[in-house]
């Protein structure tokens, strides 16, 4: 099962910004590890979105932002469109777990 | 441009093998991990397993240790995975991945579906 939560889906019209949260321990985004978030369109391959918290991939429009604070982390896409109508994944490293873990993935739907 | 290309998926009994191939270029495999990483019909992402560049040092999920192994050959710039003693919650896409400095993933492999049932 997955150790970092993020909320089943978000919506907002176009034009809008949503923000994607993702909980974790402190075994994990709370011991430090970065975190990084992957898009995956519909029947693709996940996509490097943001890595190392706040990094975007050259490519990614800076409509998308990363944060971490704590034991969580967050995914900001400001000025919605519709091709970002798709799942959003965190990921980090789980000291506990001695492995990688994502989180539970989010549905981002433009109304 | 950097590729990777997953095969060796299909249909296998429960109980049964498989392994799986992904075929990469356009980076010196060598100075990198891989991962694999899958993902069941309809659910979210779930970290299968790990390789390291340079020693080769090997990292499973609970849920795979003792039944899959992870290789490369590094001369065929390939990363693989052995599946045994499948079962049907092993059903999912496989992808590959290359794995970056503060171990985050990119890119990925298009994917090769694994289905488990009799």
């Known amino acids: 099962q997955s150790v970092l939560t993020q909320p089943p889906s978000v919506s907002g019209a176009p034009g809008q910004r949503v923000t994607i949260s993702c909980t974790g321990s402190?075994?994990?985004?709370?011991?430090?590890?970065?975190v990084h978030w992957y898009q995956q369109l519909p029947g693709t391959a996940p996509k490097l979105l943001i890595y190392?918290?706040?990094n975007r991939p050259s490519g990614v429009p800076d409509r998308f932002s990363g944060s971490k604070s704590g034991t969580s982390a967050s995914l900001a896409i400001t000025g919605l469109q519709a091709e970002d109508e798709a799942d959003y994944y965190c990921?980090?490293?789980?000291?506990?777990?001695?492995?990688?873990?994502f989180g539970t993935g989010t549905k981002v739907t433009v109304l | 441009e950097v590729q990777l290309v997953e095969s060796g998926g299909g249909l296998v009994q429960p109980g049964g093998s498989l392994r799986l191939s992904c075929a990469a270029s356009?980076?010196?495999?060598?100075?990198?991990?891989m991962t694999w990483v899958r993902q069941a019909p309809g659910k979210g992402l779930e970290w299968v397993s790990a390789?390291?560049?340079?020693?080769?040092?090997?990292y499973y999920a609970d849920s795979v240790r003792g039944r899959f192994t992870i290789s490369r050959d590094n001369s065929k710039n390939t990363l693989y995975l052995q599946m045994d003693t499948l079962r049907a919650d092993d059903t999912a896409v496989y992808y590959c991945?290359?794995?970056?400095?503060?171990?985050?993933?990119?890119?990925w492999g298009q994917g090769t579906l694994v289905t488990v049932s009799s």
């Open positions: 402190s075994s994990n985004i709370g011991a430090g590890y970065n």
């Open positions: 190392g918290n706040i």
């Open positions: 991945a290359k794995v970056v400095t503060m171990n985050w993933f990119d890119p």
């Open positions: 390789i390291s560049g340079s020693d080769g040092s090997t």
């Open positions: 990921q980090s490293y789980d000291s506990s777990l001695s492995g990688y873990v």
């Open positions: 356009g980076f010196t495999f060598t100075n990198y991990g």
